[in-house]
């Protein structure tokens, strides 16, 4: 168990960092990845966003006004036919503010040391293996 006391502490330490950087842009973390989903991988629907992020459609929504009330993201609705459809688009201050979040993330990452993140890997592969042997049997 100390492998996951360990493994625990360097993922609140990474944690706080990754939200100390996104909150100097006025950002959660959570709320930068999803502008990263939405501008590196083309998941502009809330659909495509709650499978994701494995969240509920209100969820999604409400990450979604957030980002939208902030002037980062432009709602689309679909046309007369069926207005509930809806894609989510950047806006040029949200791109600006999600390059430089990423911009001070890589280099941030530079400096994670290469043990922490070998510890990591092993208490991941130690954490799925349990959870594979946990499962029942129909579903292995």
Do not use: C
């Not at 994701?52 to 980002?67: D, E, G, H, Q």
């Amino acid at each position: 168990m100390q492998l996951l006391g360990a493994w625990y502490a360097k993922l609140q330490r990474i944690s706080n960092n990754l939200n100390g950087i996104s909150q100097k842009h006025e950002l959660s973390f959570e709320q930068f990845l999803v502008l990263e989903q939405i501008i590196e991988e083309d998941r502009n629907s809330p659909s495509e966003l709650a499978i994701f992020f494995k969240t509920s459609m209100p969820a999604v929504s409400r990450k979604l006004n957030i980002l939208q009330a902030k002037k980062l993201i432009h709602k689309i609705r679909g046309e007369q036919e069926d207005q509930r459809l809806m894609w989510v688009t950047v806006t040029p201050e949200g791109n600006d503010i999600y390059e430089a979040i990423k911009h001070e993330l890589l280099m941030w990452g530079d400096e994670i040391d290469i043990k922490e993140l070998n510890l990591m890997a092993d208490v991941n592969h130690y954490l799925s293996q349990i959870n594979h042997q946990e499962q029942p049997l129909n579903q292995v």
